[in-house]
């Protein structure tokens, strides 16, 4: 999960206000758009405002943070993200049993690895931030879309 590109509600509302100089409303007409999927932005009623989520496309539940899987954007469950201490890996489990010196040259081949992978996710995040686009809808006028200024 770490490792999959993501988006957040809150940069979502960051960019709106950076847009607009004032916050969202309380029932904002936001969806973002990825690919022809369209993901609708909410407004959660906290003790200090709103709190800004996601409605999952699968699920339907409200969620801070979607990512871009295989199957476009989901939410952690619905894509079927886990946590990098929550897998089990050959390279874990040889590391641990090898001698010291095997762990440092096994050490330094991660490091290769971990460099190759950072560069994907550059490319990855570029191409996801270049296919996303945000719409402002109006109910009133059955979802067609207007320019947010």
Do not use: H, N
């Not at 800004?52 to 990512?67: E, K, Q, S, T, V």
């Amino acid at each position: 999960m770490e490792e999959t590109p993501q988006v957040w509600a809150v940069w979502i509302a960051e960019y709106w206000r950076s847009k607009t100089r004032r916050p969202l409303s309380e029932v904002p007409s936001i969806w973002l758009t990825y690919v022809g999927q369209e993901v609708r932005l909410v407004g959660v009623e906290r003790r200090f405002g709103y709190e800004w989520m996601f409605l999952c496309p699968r699920c339907g539940g409200m969620r801070r943070a979607l990512y871009l899987t295989r199957r476009g954007l989901l939410c952690r469950r619905c894509g079927r993200l886990g946590y990098l201490s929550q897998a089990r890996r050959k390279e874990r489990a040889l590391e641990l049993g090898l001698p010291l010196w095997g762990r440092r040259m096994l050490g330094g081949l991660s490091k290769a690895l971990a460099q190759d992978l950072a560069q994907d996710v550059r490319k990855e995040l570029e191409d996801l931030f270049a296919k996303l686009s945000v719409e402002v809808k109006d109910e009133e006028d059955q979802g067609a879309p207007r320019a947010v200024p």
